[in-house]
């Protein structure tokens, strides 16, 4: 089970239980859409829905920081969207990063004013 805790916007400060028929890619555009902030607690998920859901979420932390004009750093390559440039365009760079780092425990080291960095943690088991 995946729960989420709006941090802002209409309904920030309420937790649901995310039902398994909805998609955690529509869920996170709509995030990134309104400009809401979100936590994710991924105590109670299984493997399947943990995996499902921290890659959506990591595209949409991307994607916002990048739409906000704040620098991404995934592992050792530094993204800003450039003014007026193309967000579509970026989406090979960053699915190359992150594929380059097969088999390794992606993470989200931090996610604030500065920008979003992604790192590993060793290897998945």
Do not use: C
């Not at 955690?24 to 399947?48: C, I, L, M, N, R």
């Amino acid at each position: 089970m995946i729960k989420i805790t709006l941090l802002t916007g209409r309904f920030a400060g309420q937790t649901r239980a995310m039902p398994d028929e909805l998609d955690p890619v529509d869920v996170f555009s709509a995030f990134v859409k309104h400009g809401d902030e979100w936590q994710v607690d991924y105590s109670a998920a299984t493997e399947e829905e943990k995996f499902l859901w921290f890659r959506a979420e990591i595209v949409a932390r991307i994607v916002r920081a990048l739409q906000e004009g704040r620098t991404v750093k995934i592992f050792d390559q530094k993204l800003q969207l450039e003014q007026g440039g193309d967000l579509l365009s970026m989406g090979k760079t960053i699915e190359d990063a992150i594929a380059a780092q097969s088999g390794r425990l992606i993470t989200i080291n931090s996610d604030d004013e500065k920008g979003v960095v992604i790192g590993v943690e060793g290897y998945e088991m």
